[in-house]
Nanobody, 121 residues
Framework: QVQLVESGGGLVQAGVSLRLSCAAS????????MAWYRHAPGKQRELVAA???????NYADSVKGRFTISRDNAKNTVYLQMNSLKPEDTAVYYC???????????????WGQGTQVTVSS
């Protein structure tokens, strides 16, 4: 079994920073792409940021320059540093990872349970 456990969400005022963490655990051989998505009420889920196993990153235009994704491969953990938060960043943030398990040569996509981020104006 593999689990992704997120932490770091909360209620904050506009302009402040938050850091989300997502730790993968279980029978993991390797982790390929890791990413953060968000889902706001009345909107479609959107990709916020992604990072490859080699460290290449990409971001949604709405967060470029404010958010930074990073990973610690030794800890199987991905982070999302969110600065200058805006009310429109309010959403449930989900961690996503492509994981190769010890029992299979193929990567499988896993999701975390989500963590709420609420930014008040």
């Amino acid at each position: 079994q593999v689990q992704l456990v997120e932490s770091g969400g909360g209620l904050v005022q506009a302009g402040v920073s938050l850091r989300l963490s997502c730790a993968a655990s279980g029978s993991i051989f390797s982790i390929k792409r890791m990413a953060w998505y968000r889902h706001a009420p009345g909107k479609q889920r959107e990709l916020v940021a992604a990072i490859s196993s080699g460290g290449s990153t990409n971001y949604a235009d709405s967060v470029k320059g404010r958010f930074t994704i990073s990973r610690d491969n030794a800890k199987n953990t991905v982070y999302l540093q969110m600065n200058s938060l805006k009310p429109e960043d309010t959403a449930v943030y989900y961690c996503n990872a492509e994981i190769v398990r010890l029992i299979s040569p193929f990567a499988t996509e896993y999701w975390g349970q989500g963590t709420q981020v609420t930014v008040s104006s």
